[in-house]
């Protein structure tokens, strides 16, 4: 699949994730604030669909993710605010994004 590029995250923003254009995103913001996630473009219920976020300094961030995120142990991860050193997750669907399993892959990833 194909890669975005880098996704503004600074202050209080919306950002959607378009499906249809990539499944491998990189998101970077240098000032506090809150990102609401959305995705757009899921496939239809009968296929499976997963993509990545790459994600600079989102530990300085309030993250309000998709609607109906699982994460493992039922809370999201808490993510690192070294600039350096990104965060990488994994979301995965089966039902056309009505239900979304998170993951974090790698936490400071150097």
Same mark, same amino acid.
């Given at each position: 699949?194909?890669?975005?590029?880098? =996704?503004?995250?600074?202050?209080t923003v919306s950002i959607t994730l378009n499906l249809n254009t990539a499944n491998y995103f990189t998101v970077s913001g240098s000032a506090a604030g809150k990102v609401t996630w959305a995705v757009?473009?899921?496939?239809?219920?009968?296929?499976?669909? /997963?993509?990545?976020?790459?994600?600079? #300094?989102?530990?300085?961030?309030? #993250?309000s +993710?998709?609607? #109906? /995120?699982? +994460?493992?142990?039922?809370?999201a991860p808490t993510l690192s605010s070294a600039s350096a050193n990104p965060d990488v997750l994994s979301f995965t669907t089966i039902d056309a994004g009505s #239900? +979304?399993?998170? =993951? =974090? =892959?790698?936490?400071?990833?150097?």
């Open positions: 699949g194909a890669v975005s590029g880098t =996704l503004p995250a600074n202050g757009s473009n899921v496939a239809p219920i009968s296929q499976s669909q /997963t993509f990545v976020i790459e994600y600079t #300094n989102g530990g300085t961030k309030t #993250n +993710w998709f609607t #109906n /995120t699982r +994460w493992p142990a039922g809370s #239900n +979304w399993r998170g =993951l =974090l =892959l790698q936490r400071g990833s150097a």
